[in-house]
Each structure stands twice: as C-alpha cells, then as structure tokens.
C-alpha cells in the first residue's frame, strides 16, 4: 500500500530551540497533507492542513507563528517547531490521501516523538 | 466543524469473544468513516473503512456497520485473539475533496488469553 514517511522517529531537544520534522509520500503524490499532534493516551488532533504550493492552513488556537509548515514539493512536507518549550512535547504525525475519488484512503506516517527538555 | 464520539473508552474481552465499538457523528454531511488501529508509539494503521453509499462492510473478522439516519457507526470484531490488543480510534470526514478526518477519542480494547 501507500507509503508515507516521517523523520525523525523521535527527537530531544532544549527549550528554546527549532525542530523540524520531515513528512515525504514515497510511491505517490499528495497535493495536500495533514499535520496530527497525539498527546499520551489522548486521541490524534489535527493541527494543520499543508497544501503544496500555497499556505497552510491552521486549526482554531494552534499558533502559525510557533508551527511552520512549508509544503514545497508534491511529496514531502515540514513542520518545524519554533522556539520550542517543555508544553511542545508531543506525538507529531502527517498523514496524506492517496487512491481515486471513490477509494482514497488516510495513511500515516512512522510520527515523531517530540520531547523539550 | 465535525464532533465524533466514540464509545467505551476502554473494553476487555476474553479471546475468542466479539468486540463492538461505536461511534457517533454530528454532521449529516459526513460521508467517509474510516477505522484506525493504533499500536504503542506506532502510527495508526487503517484497518477498514465505510462511505456514507454503503451500510456494511466485512473483512473476514472485522466489519463495520453505518446508520445514516442515525448518525452512529460501529466497529465489530470476531473471534477476537491477544494481538487484537491495541487503541481503536474510529473517524468522519465530510465534504467533497481530500479533507482532514475528525477522530474519536478511542478504545483501548484488552483481549484477555
């Protein structure tokens, strides 16, 4: 099926710095892509949507400033978090469609733990 | 926006019984209700899905049910065994064109050896 990979796996970090986590559609083209933030035992909540070409497009009180998305290229996607702090630590995951109108289906990347010390 | 609910939060079974979970949305407009299976620190695995066009859908021991009317979907999973073991995050998405999936807050299904 569909491939979509997502680096790094896992990253710590000082407060204060940058992170920039890498999502790329291996054997297809994803126009558009998701950015997921999965705190423990918490369901997956969706913090932006990445179009190439063109802004993102972020969810209500998810900061743009602090959450950069560039989505230069048909396959690959960056979220990079900005001056990063203890509250940032999180589970991060994209995830991009892939199939035809009738079966396109959601898949996932590998996601990046993201730990502020 | 869309709102899924997504009921129980966590269910323990014996192997080899049946596990249902179920899910309801808010908006009629809905018509894509994808099932996730989430591992520890893994990502999400699709594991079976329904359109608004279809009532049911069966993959050998997984199927899913879809009540337009009502709104609610449901995940049923037979003859369950210990690798079943994981979170169930049911979703929705509504609209035409790739858009984002609003998730339940999932179950942790426990099948008891």
């Known amino acids: 099926g569909a491939v979509v990979s997502q680096h790094p796996s896992w990253v710590i970090c000082k407060s204060g710095t940058s992170v920039k986590i890498e999502c790329r559609s291996l054997?297809?083209?994803?126009?558009?892509m998701f950015w997921y933030r999965q705190f423990p035992k918490q369901s997956l909540m969706l913090m932006a949507t990445s179009n190439e070409g063109s802004k993102a497009t972020y969810e209500q009180g998810v900061e743009k400033d602090k959450f950069l998305i560039n989505h230069a290229s048909l396959t690959l996607s960056t979220l990079t978090v900005t001056s990063a702090h203890p509250e940032d630590s999180s589970f991060y995951i994209c995830?991009?469609?892939?199939?035809?109108?009738?079966?396109?289906?959601?898949?996932f990347g590998s996601g990046t733990q993201l730990s502020v010390l | 926006g869309e709102n899924v609910e997504q009921h129980p939060s966590t269910l323990s079974v014996q192997e080899g019984d049946s596990a249902v979970i179920k899910c309801t949305y808010s908006?009629?407009?809905?018509?894509?209700f994808p099932w996730y299976k989430q591992e520890l620190g893994k990502r999400p695995q699709l594991i079976i899905d329904i359109r608004s066009n279809v009532g049911e859908k069966k993959d050998q021991r997984i199927a899913v049910t879809l009540n337009k009317t009502a709104k609610h979907f449901s995940l049923h999973i037979t003859e369950t065994q210990p690798e079943d073991s994981a979170v169930y995050f049911c979703a929705a998405s509504w609209g035409a064109g790739r858009r984002a999936l609003t998730f339940g807050s999932g179950t942790r299904l426990q099948v008891q050896p």
């Open positions: 908006d009629s407009a809905s018509n894509y």
């Open positions: 054997d297809f083209q994803a126009t558009t």
């Open positions: 995830s991009a469609f892939t199939g035809g109108a009738t079966n396109e289906k959601l898949f």
